[in-house]
């Protein structure tokens, strides 16, 4: 289920988290690894307010591998420990709780020293924007299904403390966070991705942008998956030569309309669904280097 959000919204999602906070020693900010920077919340220093973080980025399996490599390395630069993890398939999920507890680590022995604290599971709370996959996630760590996926914001419900292992405590409930609305390239690649409701959005629109932003970097994939002919756009800011991708791709399809012509919105959706799905290859939208 996608979400709106509006200022109440954000506002008492927010306050949410920070009432949460005060039970929980560390938090799992989730980002799809795709887009680390679009899949974050702008506010999100703020509302954590300093609470030891592990940054995942989730989805990997979807994702260029060495991006996702560049990007942890930035992660770590900031001072932000990072991990690259797929919730849906498995991969690096066993590493977090030993994360999670290192990152705890310091503050813990400072206290143990002061005979302050007694061993315990560490209590984490995940954190996210809507599909980043932090239902997935607590499926997975709990290994099984106690967090329905879709979310509702203002909705509470009873929570719960999941055991994993003997070392963690995980809140059943996430916090879901908002992702960066008013930057319009956000937007789109958040729409690249499928996690914004595309029934509002135009097919075509995120498609064009797809090709605009993707064909050059990742020419070889469109290649291979659509057996593409001739080049990829000599000019990516010329619409013509970006269309011409699309009608490309509709051919090789067979997404015609009478008169021979392609059907543009037809080839969007194969694109736009080989795409989000993986078969058009793992592909990164954003490089760190784009915000330094
Ligand atoms: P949320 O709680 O943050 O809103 O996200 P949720 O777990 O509902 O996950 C959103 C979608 O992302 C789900 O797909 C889920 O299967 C998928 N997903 C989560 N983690 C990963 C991952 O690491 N890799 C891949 N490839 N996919 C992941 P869906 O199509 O909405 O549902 P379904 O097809 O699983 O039923």
New binding site residues.
């Given amino acids: 289920m996608t979400i709106q959000w509006f200022p109440g919204h954000m506002t008492r999602a927010r306050r949410q988290i920070q009432e949460k906070l005060k039970q929980i020693d560390a938090v799992i900010e989730l980002l799809d690894a795709r887009v680390p920077h679009s899949s974050r919340n702008p506010m999100i220093d703020e509302i954590l307010r300093g609470k030891p973080r592990l940054v995942l980025l989730?989805?990997a399996?979807?994702a260029d591998q060495r991006a996702t490599d560049r990007w942890i390395a930035a992660f770590r630069e900031d001072g932000l420990d990072s991990l690259a993890?797929?919730?849906?398939?498995g991969q690096g999920i066993k590493e977090i709780s030993a994360r999670v507890k290192k990152l705890v680590a310091p503050q813990w022995e400072r206290m143990a020293a002061r005979g302050v604290v007694k061993p315990r599971a560490v209590r984490v709370l995940i954190v996210?924007i809507?599909?980043?996959?932090?239902?997935?996630l607590i499926n997975r760590l709990a290994g099984r299904s106690v967090a329905a996926?879709?979310?509702r914001p203002g909705v509470t419900k009873g929570q719960q403390w999941i055991k994993v292992g003997g070392e963690m405590e995980l809140l059943d409930t996430?916090g879901i966070l908002w992702p960066k609305f008013d930057d319009q390239t956000v937007g789109m690649r958040l729409a690249v991705i499928g996690s914004i409701r595309e029934e509002i959005l135009n097919l075509e629109e995120i498609a064009f942008f797809a090709v605009k932003t993707l064909a050059g970097k990742y020419w070889d994939a469109f290649v291979e998956r659509f057996g593409l002919e001739g080049g990829p756009p000599e000019d990516p800011d010329d619409p013509g030569q970006i269309v011409d991708v699309l009608e490309r791709i509709g051919r090789k399809r067979g997404c015609l309309v009478s008169g021979g012509r392609v059907d543009l919105e037809k080839a969007s959706g194969v694109l736009l669904r080989d795409l989000r799905s993986?078969k058009l290859g793992r592909i990164t939208l954003e490089e760190p280097e784009e915000f330094r």
């Fill in positions: 989730n989805k399996d979807l993890v797929d919730a849906a398939g996210g809507p599909n980043v996959g932090k239902s997935t996926t879709g979310d996430p993986g």
